[in-house]
């Protein structure tokens, strides 16, 4: 028995059967919104949408990413200087780069150049 007493049980089923009703139409409602967010937004934003939704932070848009692209035919300087550098620095070896190994061997058969010039070659005659 509950505090306020004793509880009809038919009462008590046609509560429910109200929640339940509630319920339903709540879930109806928010499955038209997701269909329609779905139709509209794009893969990355709806990524962005369910994180938010969750309590996660956003994830950060990177520029590079395709997906975070826009095309467009205007080009605007701010653009097309930070890609320029970020170009340039991809042809550059980086400072690390330099003091590391070379990544093309000194001779293009390894195995040939520890062996002995022939008779009468250019190396054999100094």
Known sequence: M???GPEDPQARIAR???RIAAL???LDRRSRELRLLQAALSPADLVQLARLADGLA???R???QPE???ETTVISP???ESTLEDLWLSLTPSPVAVAADPRVAPWPWPELADEPAEPGSAEASE
């Open 58 to 60: 956003p994830l950060p």
């Open 62 to 64: 990177i520029a590079h």
């Open 68 to 70: 975070y692209w826009s």
């Open 78 to 80: 701010a653009d097309l």
């Open 24 to 26: 339903e139409d709540a």
């Open 2 to 4: 509950s505090e306020r």
């Open 16 to 18: 429910l059967e109200g």
